[in-house]
């Protein structure tokens, strides 16, 4: 199994909560992660895509009662969403009424997508009840200096991470986006036709960090306005799509208003787009889209819980890549996202760090050397910015 850094949050969470939601796409690895943590305690699993597992579950308070000194791991629980009223009940009564061998924290861990329904019925079943955790693909701060550029091209998904070769690993990620599209997005209720869902997936791929133009897409979809927002939505709470807000503030300048848009992982930006190899990738116009996006997930994903993720641009062009503002921190993080081996700043850079006088700016870029680049800015690599970011 990977080591993956949530397993210590993970931990956390069902040790100071009654019950945890892991949520993420499919095929990141919730199962194994629960699975590997169910060899450590009295546990039970039951995955709710099998009929046999979901039976058991005709009677939900029935059966959970009988496990109330063991870990309950519910695995794909939107096909299940309304035993959130069950486990409500069963958290209360184990409060109140607690009973020999009986737990009050740790006792569910719910495993599923991060749709809007299931977090809307969880969270007003459950509130006060249940902690939310995300886990993402695997992101740089989670392999060696030597395999971030095979992260980087084959994406975070263990499946296709470890796969045999890069054509494997590509069939793995094309079957990714199908199941999603003609399978997965229809469960949860949406009705968008599979085509025009994947092209409007493979506009965003193709436009991997620009400013959202919402009336671009439209026309190009031949759709309405709240038809792409729309679609926008749904890509963003499955966790397949991140919106990168612009930082705002008054700072007595014109700042940009609409959001970043990137594919979450790289290696869906590079199935989308059909890029097979690091030669094909590195001669493709979206690569510096591309690294930059997987650097902001990294780096988001590197941070504590809590940390607030923003870009910064003004009308002048004063720019900064990716904002970090760390809970207790006074000021946030400036972050320019190079690809390449010299990495040179633009006056925008420098403009936009007088303005925000940010606690820390930080280049990365794709050496493993640390060096000052000029007074307070430093040039690092992606992993050990991640490493910075989590232990500062």
């Given at each position: 199994?990977?080591?993956?850094?949530?397993?210590?949050?993970?931990?956390?969470?069902?040790?100071?909560?009654?019950?945890?939601?892991?949520?993420?796409?499919?095929?990141?690895?919730?199962?194994?992660?629960?699975?590997?943590?169910?060899?450590?305690?009295?546990?039970?699993?039951?995955?709710?895509?099998?009929?046999?597992?979901?039976?058991?579950?005709?009677?939900?308070?029935?059966?959970?009662?009988?496990?109330?000194?063991?870990?309950?791991?519910?695995?794909?629980?939107?096909?299940?969403?309304?035993?959130?009223?069950?486990?409500?009940?069963?958290?209360?009564?184990?409060?109140?009424?607690?009973?020999?061998?009986?737990?009050?924290?740790?006792?569910?861990?719910?495993?599923?997508?991060?749709?809007?329904?299931?977090?809307?019925?969880?969270?007003?079943?459950?509130?006060?009840?249940?902690?939310?955790?995300?886990?993402?693909?695997?992101?740089?701060?989670?392999?060696?200096?030597?395999?971030?550029?095979?992260?980087?091209?084959?994406?975070?998904?263990?499946?296709?991470?470890?796969?045999?070769?890069?054509?494997?690993?590509?069939?793995?990620?094309?079957?990714?986006?199908?199941?999603?599209?003609?399978?997965?997005?229809?469960?949860?209720?949406?009705?968008?036709?599979?085509?025009?869902?994947?092209?409007?997936?493979?506009?965003?791929?193709?436009?991997?960090?620009?400013?959202?133009?919402?009336?671009?897409?439209?026309?190009?979809?031949?759709?309405?306005?709240?038809?792409?927002?729309?679609?926008?939505?749904?890509?963003?709470?499955?966790?397949?799509?991140?919106?990168?807000?612009?930082?705002?503030?008054?700072?007595?300048?014109?700042?940009?208003?609409?959001?970043?848009?990137?594919?979450?992982?790289?290696?869906?930006?590079?199935?989308?787009?059909?890029?097979?190899?690091?030669?094909?990738?590195?001669?493709?116009?979206?690569?510096?889209?591309?690294?930059?996006?997987f650097a902001i997930e990294s780096l988001v994903a590197a941070s504590p819980p809590g940390t607030e993720a923003h870009f910064f641009r003004t009308a002048a062009g004063a720019e900064i890549d990716l904002?970090?503002?760390?809970?207790?921190?006074?000021?946030?993080?400036?972050?320019?996202?190079?690809?390449?081996?010299s990495p040179r700043l633009g006056r925008g850079f420098y403009h936009a760090c007088e303005t925000l006088e940010p606690m820390r700016q930080r280049v990365v870029y794709s050496d493993a050397e640390r060096?000052?680049?000029?007074?307070?800015?430093?040039?690092?690599?992606?992993?050990?910015?991640?490493?910075?970011?989590?232990?500062?």
């Amino acid at each position: 199994m990977i080591e993956r850094r949530i397993a210590d949050e993970l931990l956390t969470a069902l040790e100071e909560s009654p019950a945890v939601a892991l949520l993420g796409p499919r095929q990141v690895g919730k199962t194994t992660l629960a699975l590997e943590l169910a060899k450590s305690r009295p546990s039970i699993y039951l995955d709710l895509e099998s009929e046999a597992d979901a039976a058991k579950l005709s009677d939900p308070e029935l059966y959970l009662r009988q496990h109330a000194d063991k870990l309950v791991i519910l695995d794909e629980i939107q096909r299940a969403p309304r035993i959130f009223q069950s486990l409500r009940g069963l958290i209360d009564s184990g409060r109140r009424q607690p009973a020999d061998g009986t737990q009050t924290n740790g006792r569910f861990l719910v495993l599923g997508p991060a749709s809007i329904d299931l977090l809307r019925q969880s969270s007003e079943t459950l509130a006060g009840r249940i902690r939310y955790l995300e886990l993402s693909p695997l992101d740089a701060g989670e392999v060696d200096e030597d395999q971030v550029d095979p992260l980087w091209l084959r994406g975070g998904f263990p499946e296709s991470l470890l796969a045999r070769s890069l054509p494997a690993s590509l069939r793995c990620r094309r079957d990714f986006i199908r199941t999603y599209l003609e399978r997965d997005i229809p469960q949860l209720g949406p009705r968008i036709a599979a085509e025009t869902l994947r092209r409007f997936w493979t506009m965003l791929a193709h436009q991997q960090g620009a400013l959202l133009n919402a009336a671009s897409l439209a026309r190009s979809l031949a759709v309405d306005g709240k038809t792409v927002a729309s679609y926008l939505d749904l890509l963003v709470d499955l966790l397949l799509v991140r919106r990168l807000p612009p930082w705002h503030g008054n700072v007595g300048k014109r700042l940009v208003k609409s959001p970043r848009v990137y594919v979450r992982d790289s290696g869906l930006v590079h199935a989308l787009l059909g890029i097979e190899d690091m030669e094909s990738l590195l001669a493709h116009p979206v690569a510096g889209g591309s690294w930059e996006g997987f650097a902001i997930e990294s780096l988001v994903a590197a941070s504590p819980p809590g940390t607030e993720a923003h870009f910064f641009r003004t009308a002048a062009g004063a720019e900064i890549d990716l904002l970090l503002k760390r809970p207790g921190d006074r000021a946030a993080w400036a972050i320019e996202i190079k690809r390449g081996l010299s990495p040179r700043l633009g006056r925008g850079f420098y403009h936009a760090c007088e303005t925000l006088e940010p606690m820390r700016q930080r280049v990365v870029y794709s050496d493993a050397e640390r060096f000052p680049l000029s007074e307070g800015v430093v040039a690092t690599s992606l992993p050990a910015l991640c490493m910075e970011l989590s232990q500062a």
